[in-house]
């Protein structure tokens, strides 16, 4: 789950323009470098992952396009009241421009919460038509509420960050559980559903008194897209339970 800011307004008068240093050729190149690097390693990764649950490469494709799409794309899906007794009632922070302004509301603040189509919408619709297609139900169901169980333990909340979890537990929970329970051909399966719903309501539907003190305007489940812990936690639980 990430979390944001709402809008503020801005103020009058001019600014004058920041001065530069001098620029270095090639400065840049490194971290481009490096962020393809990272962008072939997670589609490369993620698509032996959907290979291994059973997923034509055509399927593979598609999903991992829609979850890239699906990252820029919030749908609302409710509003909560704040806690007052910890957020402080009438009260909001926004984080601009990197400066926090506290804002006085003549109404209880309210939060924002929205679904991440990339990062929560697809990997659990893809979740669901694993377990219909494969008929694991029971075994899905422990997985899932094992892996939630073990993530909630753990979530914590950061302010202005959202729920954060240790970045494998979440996958490793889910392979272990899987291999438990399934034999070989089914475990990957199992994992992948455990590390995607499993995350999803052990991090986010269940910290939602968390969600309601946090100093935001709004939080996305799964806001991270295709590099949030829904996502990346199902990718590596099938990995972890195809390496038996």
Same mark, same amino acid.
């Given at each position: 789950?990430?979390?944001?800011?709402?809008?503020?307004?801005?103020?009058?008068?001019?600014?004058?323009?920041a001065r530069r240093g001098p620029r270095i050729p090639g400065a840049g190149r490194p971290a481009l470098v490096l962020g393809l690097a990272v962008a072939v390693v997670v589609v490369h990764a993620t698509n +032996? *992952?959907?290979? %291994?649950? &059973?997923?034509?490469?055509?399927? $593979? #494709?598609? @999903?991992?396009?829609?979850?890239?799409? !699906?990252?820029?794309?919030?749908?609302?899906?409710?509003?909560?009241?704040?806690?007052?007794?910890?957020?402080?009632?009438?009260?909001?922070?926004?984080?601009?421009?990197?400066?926090?302004?506290?804002?006085?509301?003549?109404?209880?603040?309210?939060?924002? +919460? *929205?679904?991440? %189509?990339? &990062?929560?919408?697809?990997?659990? $619709? #893809?979740? @669901?038509?694993?377990?219909?297609?494969? !008929?694991?139900?029971?075994?899905?169901?422990?997985?899932?509420?094992?892996?939630?169980?073990?993530?909630?333990?753990?979530?914590?909340?950061?302010?202005?960050?959202?729920?954060?979890?240790?970045?494998?537990?979440?996958?490793?929970?889910?392979?272990?559980?899987?291999?438990?329970?399934?034999?070989?051909?089914?475990?990957?399966?199992?994992?992948? @559903?455990?590390?995607?719903?499993?995350?999803?309501?052990?991090?986010?539907?269940?910290?939602?008194?968390?969600?309601?003190?946090?100093?935001?305007?709004?939080?996305?489940?799964?806001?991270?897209?295709?590099?949030?812990?829904?996502?990346?936690?199902?990718?590596?639980?099938?990995?972890?339970?195809?390496?038996?």
């Amino acid at each position: 789950m990430s979390v944001g800011a709402g809008g503020v307004g801005g103020v009058g008068g001019r600014v004058p323009p920041a001065r530069r240093g001098p620029r270095i050729p090639g400065a840049g190149r490194p971290a481009l470098v490096l962020g393809l690097a990272v962008a072939v390693v997670v589609v490369h990764a993620t698509n +032996v *992952a959907f290979s %291994v649950v &059973g997923l034509s490469p055509a399927w $593979a #494709v598609g @999903v991992l396009a829609g979850s890239l799409l !699906g990252s820029a794309v919030n749908v609302p899906v409710l509003s909560l009241v704040a806690e007052p007794e910890d957020a402080g009632p009438g009260r909001v922070e926004m984080d601009r421009a990197g400066m926090v302004w506290t804002l006085g509301l003549d109404q209880p603040r309210r939060v924002a +919460v *929205a679904v991440n %189509v990339g &990062g929560a919408v697809i990997p659990s $619709a #893809v979740s @669901v038509y694993l377990l219909v297609r494969t !008929g694991l139900w029971w075994g899905g169901l422990f997985v899932i509420a094992l892996v939630a169980l073990v993530v909630h333990r753990f979530a914590t909340p950061v302010r202005r960050v959202g729920i954060v979890v240790p970045m494998v537990l979440p996958a490793l929970t889910a392979a272990a559980a899987a291999l438990a329970v399934a034999d070989r051909p089914d475990a990957p399966v199992l994992a992948y @559903v455990g590390g995607t719903l499993g995350t999803l309501v052990g991090a986010d539907l269940t910290n939602f008194a968390a969600v309601r003190r946090m100093p935001a305007a709004r939080v996305s489940i799964g806001g991270g897209g295709t590099f949030d812990g829904v996502f990346v936690s199902g990718v590596l639980a099938v990995l972890m339970a195809a390496l038996r």
